[in-house]
């Protein structure tokens, strides 16, 4: 069984700073997917980016880092020069590879940016 | 192109009574994903279709909760006689196959709000 733990329920940051959320996860299939999502207000998931087990570099987009520590079983995403509109609920989420795909959640780290 | 889409956005029913949610993937996406979402929880997976077959329906509550798919595309999650344990947020995911691309990320509905009274 696939587990996904996110430790922070919230965090706070200033507007302009970077922000690392943590996601630790647990499985034993060695080839799987790891998500972030993010969840506005409006409910709707947003996917950011993806890091494959096998990727041998940490995967970015725009913004978005994800800090892959394969042997710790992290993934964290880190975001740069954080924007009011990143105020969102952030959930890391795993696939494993060759199955039916479907995705096992973390708990969510809520996000709120202070101008 | 349209994205999945979910009807209805908001449900409020008594206890006991049936509801049916629905959930249209988008177009050619051949598999499709239920999940729920507690107040301040993460996602869980219910339930998912190949086609118009669930080969894994391990993540239903109980046998109060059914879904079917027709024609591989709308599908139908059901709730009969409704706890107040069932209010929820119901969403639903699709992506075009398995390994079509190498994300392949799921791409989600805006859900369904169900409150049992």
């Known amino acids: 069984a696939q587990k996904i733990t996110q430790t922070q329920p919230g965090m706070f940051v200033q507007e302009k700073e970077a922000v690392t959320l943590d996601c630790t996860y647990d499985t034993s299939d060695p080839s799987y997917g790891l998500f972030w999502y993010k969840q506005p207000s409006s409910g709707e998931m947003i996917f950011l980016i993806y890091q494959g087990s096998y990727d041998q570099q940490n995967a970015t987009e725009g913004r978005y880092s994800l800090n892959f520590q394969k042997a710790r079983k992290s993934a964290n995403l880190v975001i740069s020069a954080s924007q009011l509109g990143d105020s969102a609920m952030y959930f890391c989420a795993m696939r494993v590879n060759f199955g039916n795909e479907k995705l096992t959640f973390g708990t969510g780290t809520r996000l709120t940016i202070i101008p | 192109g349209a994205g999945v889409s979910q009807s209805p956005s908001n449900k409020v029913t008594e206890k006991g009574k049936d509801v049916e949610l629905r959930c249209d993937p988008i177009s050619g996406h051949t598999a499709l994903y239920w999940y729920r979402q507690s107040l301040g929880q993460g996602l869980e997976f219910l339930i998912y279709f190949q086609g118009n077959s669930a080969p894994d329906k391990s993540g239903l509550p109980s046998d109060r909760f059914s879904a079917e798919r027709t024609g591989g595309s709308v599908s139908t999650l059901t709730i009969q006689r409704t706890q107040q344990e069932d209010s929820a947020v119901y969403l639903c995911?699709?992506?075009?196959?398995?390994?079509?691309?190498?994300?392949?990320?799921?791409?989600f509905g805006p859900g369904t709000r169900l409150t049992v009274l």
């Open positions: 995911a699709s992506i075009e196959s398995m390994g079509a691309t190498y994300y392949n990320e799921q791409f």
